[in-house]
């Protein structure tokens, strides 16, 4: 059986994770030691995942509209806006 070392979502070091409860889901929470952020390995809703804005991005690229882009991926319109408004502001 192969065992996978966890990785933080949010400052990508691997090893130094630890169990942090359940999310009202259920769904199994963890807790980084170094940066004290929690996260999850996989989320219900659609917009907490971590490719969301390169899949965003991409969408946009092709010349789909917002609209567009909710629906496909699941998300709401305010979420996509925000991506939209993140990936311009690192733009600038």
Do not use: W
Request: net charge positive.
């Amino acid at each position: 059986m192969e065992v996978r070392q966890l990785v933080c979502h949010h400052c990508n070091v691997p090893g130094r994770i630890r169990r942090h409860g359940q999310a009202r889901s259920g769904i199994q929470r963890y807790l980084c030691v170094l940066c004290k952020k929690t996260f999850q390995v996989s989320y219900i809703y659609q917009g907490h995942e971590t490719n969301i804005a390169k899949q965003i991005k991409s969408l946009l690229a092709e010349g789909q509209s917002r609209e567009q882009i909710s629906r496909s991926l699941g998300v709401s319109l305010k979420n996509i806006d925000r991506h939209i408004y993140m990936l311009e502001s690192e733009a600038i």
